[in-house]
Every structure is written in structure tokens, then in C-alpha cells.
């Protein structure tokens, strides 16, 4: 019995590389609205968060992603449909390179991510690193390699309680913040975000 050549074109769920899909870069519907699209490019299939090579959730209508011959699996949901990039290409031929090589496809500064330590790419070529927000167990793209002391999803404004004075973060304006105690008043001595240092 003759084995079926793996898809290129698929939609939602669990597949296995190489054998349901064939590595290479896809392009998926994505979804605009509040329910997003989820894809993560898996090494194992315990459902551990360390089996995730690399992944994103995202409400942009397009999304991309390469997936690798080394990874084992690939998950998605609520992305659509996959068809291959560049279908103008002979299947033969590798992909067009792109400007900036990078284990995901292009992320949102600030967006929400889970592969500690992974990079990725903003839209305007700058790499950012998935760093994890101070006293919290979620995780952001940053373009510093470190804390960051504040969940963007989350602003800040002056006189806003912190947890550490050594802390400096932005507002929404772009102001920076510094986690310093309150000098006088009956708080005096808690930890607030200032405009000084």
C-alpha cells in the first residue's frame, strides 16, 4: 500500500510533520476578532509547555509561519485555513528568503508569548526576546533581553503601585516611571510609580 504524501494545505488541529503536513512556510486565514488564532511549532506531544519550539496567538487576518523539518508537530485553532507562501514557486524550490531569519512569524512588541528565551521578529526587522514580566508568570516580546517590570496589557500611570523600587518603566505616553516610595502623607514610605527618580 503506497503512503499519501503529506498535505500542504490543512486547516485546524494537531498534525504531525512529515508525515500530515510537510515543513515549509504557510500562510493562515488568522482571525480579526476577539477569539484569535493560536499556532505553536511543537517537539513532543505531552502537552507540556516545554514541547513549544515557538508560538503565537493573534488576531491579525494573516499569518505566517515556518515550519520546520526538526519539529514534531504543529497546532493550531482558529487560524483557517494553511496553504503554502509563495504558490507561485515550484514545490521544489525553498521558500524566498526573507529579510530577517527567525523560529516564528512576525510578533507584536508587547504581545503575550510562552517560549522563554525565544526570538522573534517585529514587522520593521528589529528581533525581540520573550521575556518574562516581573512578579508575574506571563511572558511578552521585548526588545530587552530581561524583566520588564510591567504587563504592557496592563498600563501604568503616576502614583500607581509597584512592588519593586529599582523598577523603571513607560506609561502609555512613553513617559518613563520609576517605582520609588511616597515620601509624606499617611502612605508615606509605599511603593508608587513617580515621574522622578
Known sequence: MAHAEPATIFGDGTQVV?????????????????????????????????????????????VIVTIKPSDLYFES?????????????????????????????????GDYCSSKGATGVLADGTTVHCVRVQFTDAYVWSTTDGLVATDPHFPVDPGGNCLDANAVTANSQGRALYCNPTQNGRNAGNLVWQLQP
Open 77 to 109: 485553532e482558529g487560524c483557517g485555513s494553511w496553504t503554502p507562501a509563495g504558490t507561485s514557486t515550484p514545490p521544489s524550490s525553498p521558500p524566498a528568503p526573507t529579510a530577517v531569519e527567525s523560529d516564528s512569524a512576525t510578533v507584536d512588541l
Open 18 to 62: 512529515g508525515v500530515d503536513i510537510a515543513p515549509g512556510t504557510y500562510i493562515g486565514n488568522g482571525q480579526a476578532d476577539e477569539y484569535g488564532c493560536y499556532w505553536a511549532r511543537l517537539s513532543g506531544s505531552s502537552g507540556e509547555i516545554d514541547d513549544i519550539i515557538a508560538n503565537d496567538f493573534t488576531d491579525s487576518p494573516k
